[in-house]
């Protein structure tokens, strides 16, 4: 078995999952062997926190400046996702789009390649929910690796502090095993099943998306009738409920009238 990665931190107890035949167990002491694959502005505010909280940590990122900025605060940087998962009893993975976690997983240096038998891989990316229920069967049956999907809420800054919310998929005894970890990073709900989680993240995606699409409409609204945008959450003080578009946005982007937003159509 690999040596052990370490943040430069002193670990301290905690209820965790333990490796190989016994990490179907809790353990209480020393706190688990964490890896992350993916360390962008997500992963690396997540890696930040998990090192803070005194886990060993190594991390692996295909950017090689990503990678050494890790290094920087703490995590031991690995050379692939397989020498992760190899020094690792939970492996935690945050990636941008599906062939990036393709890759992560089932690639010739990938996740598989250094898994062992009763492992947990946590997928905190926001991924397709019927490929995360097949890919998960697939690595229980071929790996005896266990899965959660556990997309996250709430950005980076989020993640450094520990207050993401977390969406979680998988067996509850599965996911007993790892919630220490996940209420390291944030609040977790466990929603249901595997795939569960990334369903619920569509909701949340869609809840959030449609009112930036009635915001657009209400500044151009604002806009056409000749009135400052800016001044719009104004008959709303923080004290006071607010209209659900200005509730959920931050005050600051009724400052920029639409026409002078990169990007932004000026029809809606």
């Known amino acids: 078995m690999a040596a052990a990665f370490a943040c ?5 107890a905690d209820g965790v999952a333990g490796p190989g035949s016994e990490g179907r167990k ?24 998990l090192c803070d ?17 890790a290094g920087d605060r703490g995590v031991e940087p690995a050379g ?25 997983l089932f690639a010739t240096d990938g996740i598989l390649a250094g ?4 492992q947990i891989i946590i997928d905190t990316s926001t991924s397709d929910g019927a490929a995360t229920r097949d ?40 996911l007993a095993r790892v919630r220490p970890v996940l209420e390291d990073l944030g609040q977790l709900s466990h929603m249901g099943p595997v795939g569960a989680g990334q369903a619920t993240k569509m909701v ?27 001044r719009i959450p104004r008959p ?8 659900t578009c200005c509730a959920i946005s931050s005050r600051a982007c009724w400052r920029v009238p639409m026409s002078r937003r990169p990007g932004c159509p000026r029809r809606f």
């Open 115 to 118: 898994a062992r038998p009763g």
């Open 53 to 69: 909280r005194g886990y060993p940590l190594a991390g692996f990122d295909i950017a090689a400046d990503k990678l050494r900025a």
């Open 236 to 243: 709303w003080p923080p004290a006071m409920p607010a209209p």
């Open 135 to 174: 890919w998960a069967a697939r690595i229980r049956a071929e790996h005896d690796v266990d899965w959660i999907d556990a997309p996250v809420s709430g950005g980076p800054p989020a993640a450094a502090a520990g207050t993401l919310a977390i969406m979680a998929g998988g067996e509850a005894a599965v």
């Open 80 to 104: 692939s996702a397989a020498a992760v998962a190899a020094a690792a009893d939970v492996v935690l993975i945050s990636v941008t789009g599906m062939p990036a976690l393709e890759a992560a």
């Open 8 to 12: 430069a931190r002193t670990p301290t």
């Open 204 to 230: 949340n995606q869609v809840l959030v998306l449609t009112n930036y699409c009635v915001l657009a409409e209400a500044l151009k609204l604002a806009e056409k009738a000749g009135v400052d945008a800016a």
């Open 26 to 49: 809790l353990m209480t002491t020393p706190k688990a062997r964490l890896g992350l694959v993916g360390l962008g502005l997500m992963g690396s505010a997540m890696a930040a926190r």
